[in-house]
């Protein structure tokens, strides 16, 4: 039988925290992303990334409720493997933080990688590991599809990626809704 794997962001999917991504451009100008904008960001040749805020212990994040909601419901099923996979490089403040604020004792990994194909890669390990039902949420569409695509490679598994959109506005959601269907169009040219 197969086996059920369970896969939340952290970043603004389960909780929005007050860290920013600092960018030193080429040209040697510098600018501040917070995670919603890093997360559509296409970065230009020669930009580098500097994470250090992601690095440090959580400042007083605020609680996504309804996806950590979601997230504490799985983990009291114990059939299926709940993890929390994200692009910092330390998952301990991200462990720590459930724990003594939420009572949430819950898996983390910390892939050090902002990369999309990162997760995605993650994912399809465990894929090979015999899991054949796979659901993922996270606020970045990049990471969605990355992931969703395993579903393309693996027809015979489930692979769900979910959009978190709980961190965005209505007028975000929407534009984000419509930047969606016309990508989706797109791909049909
Ligand atoms: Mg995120």
Known sequence: MGKTLRVFDFDDTLAKSVSYIYIR????????LDPAEYAVYEPKAGDSFDFRDFNRMLNNPKVIKKNVDLLRRM???PEKKVTILTARKL???????FKKNLGIDVYVVALGDANPQAKADWI???IKKGYTDIAFMDDSIKNVKAVGSLQK???DI????VLAVEHLTT???????????????????
């Open 153 to 155: 490679k693996y027809p």
């Open 25 to 32: 451009h080429a040209d040697g100008s510098q600018s501040t």
């Open 124 to 126: 399809e390990q465990h």
């Open 91 to 97: 998952g301990f403040p991200v462990k720590y933080w």
């Open 171 to 189: 007028n975000e959601r929407k534009e984000l809704l419509e930047q969606y269907y016309s990508d989706k169009f797109k791909e049909l040219l």
């Open 75 to 77: 983990i009291s099923s």
């Open 158 to 161: 489930r692979v769900k990626s």
